[in-house]
T-cell receptor, first 112, second 111 residues
Framework: NAGVTQTPKFQVLKTGQSMTLQCAQD?????MYWYRQDPGMGLRLIYY???????DKGEVPNGYNVSRLNKREFSLRLESAAPSQTSVYFC???????????FGDGTRLSIL | LAKTTQPISMDSYEGQEVNITCSHN???????ITWYQQFPSQGPRFIIQ???TKVTNEVASLFIPADRKSSTLSLPRVSLSDTAVYYC????????????FGTGTRLLVSP
């Protein structure tokens, strides 16, 4: 049982490059989320998808876009990467939007 | 969302019971308390959730006094593998579960 799978695990980008982070879950969950975690800090919500076909902004959406491709997959796109977006990105899913969330192991993204 | 306050760090030894207290003075009637655990280089993991009194599962216990302005996560007989950051969150009982993470409590368990 893989749970929540994120790819890639590591990535280095140059300023201005674009990148899509992939997330897939095999638990038949309805809700999915993207967070970022900066060093020594808690997680901050970027975007979420309460159910297939819907997406909404979280606390820090600027500079990002998302796509809920189907029930399993929720991708995060950086159109023009900036050094301030250097962070660890976590994807999570839950059965419904008021249930505990299950997290992936993160994507470590560095932007030079 | 209610703001939470918890100690920045705690130290313990293997085999001891660890109690991490979280303060949430402005918790609302419909809010409940949730705890997550995060190991280095991993995503957070759900530990336990409760509304009032006491909740226990195979991993931890959660104690919530009658006024619900604080809560205590209790980890019985910790081991080295319990070294992690523990986050206390207060969530609304209905609708979208918007997790707002603080900086958490960094627990270090020594031999």
């Amino acid at each position: 049982n893989a749970g929540v799978t994120q790819t890639p695990k590591f990535q280095v980008l140059k300023t201005g490059q674009s990148m899509t982070l992939q997330c897939a879950q095999d638990m038949n969950h309805n809700s999915m989320y993207w967070y970022r975690q900066d060093p020594g800090m808690g997680l901050r919500l970027i975007y979420y998808s309460a159910s297939e076909g819907t997406t909404d902004k979280g606390e820090v959406p600027n500079g990002y876009n998302v796509s809920r491709l189907n029930k399993r997959e929720f991708s995060l796109r950086l159109e023009s990467a900036a050094p301030s977006q250097t962070s660890v990105y976590f994807c999570a899913s839950s059965i419904d939007s008021n249930q505990p969330q299950h997290f992936g192991d993160g994507t470590r993204l560095s932007i030079l | 969302l209610a703001k939470t306050t918890q100690p920045i760090s705690m130290d313990s030894y293997e085999g001891q019971e660890v109690n991490i207290t979280c303060s949430h003075n402005n918790i609302a009637t419909n809010d409940y308390i949730t705890w997550y655990q995060q190991f280095p280089s991993q995503g957070p993991r759900f530990i336990i959730q409760g509304y009032k009194t006491k909740v226990t599962n195979e991993v931890a216990s959660l104690f919530i006094p009658a006024d619900r302005k604080s809560s205590t996560l209790s980890l019985p007989r910790v081991s080295l593998s319990d070294t992690a950051v523990y986050y206390c969150l207060v969530l609304m009982n209905t609708g979208f579960q918007k997790l707002v993470f603080g900086t958490g409590t960094r627990l270090l368990v020594s031999p």
